[in-house]
């Protein structure tokens, strides 16, 4: 019992005293220093807009029947007898968005204060003693 106590406290001071992520990342930081700078991402978005018919009726006395196409929207004007029709159609427009966004590589985060680590070591100690004295009552 008494080695698995020595065990226990040895491998949660090893635990709470080993190196930590800042560490690490400041040794890296020294090597590379661009590790840390903002790199751009580009957001792409495109939008298609659907096919838009769209008919209209008149009255005229003539049959003929004409065919305009300007800026890719092409319109077809048919006269039949009294009636005028006209059919136009537009074309589907690709529209595309293009953002730079700039996102850092490395996010930081709050070191432990000294209250937070003391409350952490005092829940550790809190539940190893439970842990032993639930040991010690089923032995």
């Not at 008494?2 to 635990?15: A, E, N, P, S, Y």
């Not at 009255?59 to 039949?80: A, P």
Request: charged share 20%.
């Amino acid at each position: 019992m008494r080695g698995l106590w020595q065990l226990i406290v040895g491998v949660t001071l090893l635990t709470l005293t080993s190196c930590s992520a800042s560490y690490h990342l400041k040794r890296a930081i020294a090597k590379d220093p661009t590790i840390v700078k903002s790199q751009p991402v580009i957001i792409d978005t495109t939008v298609i807009t659907p096919i838009r018919p769209s008919k209209g009726t008149f009255i005229i006395n003539r049959d003929t029947s004409l065919t305009f196409e300007q800026n890719g929207v092409k319109t077809l004007l048919k006269v039949v007898h009294d009636t005028f029709t006209v059919e136009v159609e537009c074309p589907p427009d690709t529209i595309r968005i293009q953002k730079e966004i700039l996102v850092p590589k490395v996010v930081y985060q709050e070191k432990l204060s000294n209250f937070d680590l003391v409350k952490l070591v005092i829940v550790s100690l809190i539940i190893i003693s439970l842990i032993a004295f639930v040991r010690r009552l089923i032995n």
